[in-house]
């Protein structure tokens, strides 16, 4: 069974930082393509950064420069770096592993999901 725990999220003014944290038992996140996932009230569910396998990354371009994905192996636990936050990346934050990598697009039909963890951002 897939349990993926999100954590670190808060309420933080423009220009801070916050470092989200996604704990995961039942799969290894080295052998699985990990994203981070951000959704806003009356918004869609997007993709924000992306691990492969081999530590290679994604970023949306509206997050790039500005926050990193990276994960521990021995803890087995996903991270995302969020520095210079903007009000506009107020949302709900998941993690989720990316069947076969394909991609960020549809994430409704990936098959795994945390609660998520909320961060707001004030201006």
């Known amino acids: 069974q897939v349990t993926l725990v999100e954590s670190g999220g808060g309420s933080v003014q423009a220009g801070g930082s916050l470092r989200l944290s996604c704990a995961a038992s039942g799969l290894a996140l080295s052998r699985n393509c990990m994203g981070w996932f951000r959704q806003a009230p009356g918004k869609e569910r997007e993709g924000v950064a992306v691990?492969?396998?081999?530590?290679?990354?994604w970023y949306a371009d509206s997050v790039k420069g500005r926050f990193t994905i990276s994960r521990d192996n021995a803890k087995n636990t996903l991270y995302l770096q969020m520095n210079s936050l903007k009000p506009e990346d107020t949302a709900m934050y998941y993690c989720?592993?990316?069947?076969?990598?394909?991609?960020?697009?549809?994430?409704?039909?990936?098959?795994?999901w945390g609660q998520g963890t909320q961060v707001t951002v004030s201006s």
């Open positions: 691990i492969d396998r081999d530590g290679s990354t």
């Open positions: 989720a592993p990316i069947p076969y990598c394909r991609g960020v697009d549809a994430p409704e039909n990936f098959p795994y």
